[in-house]
């Protein structure tokens, strides 16, 4: 375990990896430096706990130096992060990109992701199989893929990239979408609607049906706090468009890799054919 982390860079292509680490406090670039990665890694959101486990702050977990004054910092930079966990990034907008995969970021009741100049978004991003806590604010997003984003992500550029089999709240702007949630929900039963009616729906019909559909259809977590066993994992009350939405019929979001439902489905397939005749299986769920 590590605390405050200040990284100078003094190259453009200069870089820095962080593996199998714990760090309670935030990882601060200055200068300009040309990669950082964070593999299996956790800044812990809130940069510590108290005594209650809670986080005690909600500043950012990581922030890297946009230089206002003067010359840019950081124009070379890419942050790469895999399998880790952190609380609110702040990355300037001319680096040239993050690249998430199979993480958790926990915006704690701020933006999860954005730029440290206020005004401006974070970098273009390539998300994959992650979730986001909180809202996002992106230059442009070449790639979201199984995302779960809890909080409108927005885009600034959307002329290129996709977002696929994710779940976008209301209020998201983002390039084109395929296969995502709620969209896909709604254009099925309004499909359904209009199919038993007849006729196309109205604009008031078609906004109530959108509204019914956002009421239920959202993820829900077993635990939404930093330190508690269960924290980012899907609920089993979960809906199901969620839980098996990623392209292969996993879940989506932060733990779309371990392949929940078909390892519950290759289990319950055994269970059934070697069972005695007349006993049905049961599964009990642990975190």
């Not at 992650?130 to 992106?138: C, E």
């Not at 604009?203 to 635990?223: G, H, I, N, Y």
Request: proline share 7%; charged share 20%; aromatic share 6%.
């Amino acid at each position: 375990m590590i605390l405050d982390l200040d990284i100078q860079g003094t190259h453009p292509h200069g870089a820095v990896t962080l593996s199998g680490l714990l760090v309670e406090g935030w990882v601060h670039v200055t200068g300009s430096l040309g990669r950082l990665r964070l593999l299996h890694t956790t800044l812990v959101p809130g940069r510590a706990l108290d005594h209650d486990g809670l986080p005690k702050t909600t500043l950012p977990s990581l922030v890297a130096e946009a230089g206002t004054t003067g010359a840019l910092k950081n124009t070379e930079l890419r942050v790469e992060i895999a399998f880790s966990i952190t609380g609110p990034l702040r990355l300037p907008v001319h680096a040239t990109g993050l690249w998430l995969l199979d993480s958790l970021v926990d915006g704690l009741g701020t933006p999860a992701i954005t730029s440290p100049v206020s005004t401006d978004p974070a970098p273009t991003g390539w998300l994959e199989r992650s979730t986001l806590f909180g809202a996002a604010h992106f230059h442009e997003l070449t790639l979201g893929s199984e995302m779960i984003f809890t909080a409108p992500v927005v885009c600034d550029r959307r002329q290129e990239g996709c977002v696929r089999f994710s779940f976008l709240p209301d209020g998201s702007q983002v390039a084109q979408r395929y296969r995502c949630q709620p969209d896909l929900e709604i254009a099925a039963r309004t499909e359904e609607a209009e199919k038993a009616k007849g006729a196309p729906l109205s604009k008031v019909e078609r906004d109530a049906l959108r509204q019914s559909v956002f009421a239920w259809l959202a993820p829900s977590f077993t635990a939404d706090r930093y330190g508690q066993p269960a924290y980012g994992q899907l609920h089993l009350a979960c809906p199901q468009q969620i839980t098996t939405g990623a392209a292969d019929g996993s879940e989506m979001g932060a733990f779309c890799h371990l392949k929940q439902p078909q390892r519950e489905a290759n289990l319950r397939l055994r269970l059934e054919e070697y069972l005695p005749f007349g006993l049905e299986p049961g599964i009990v769920y642990v975190t």
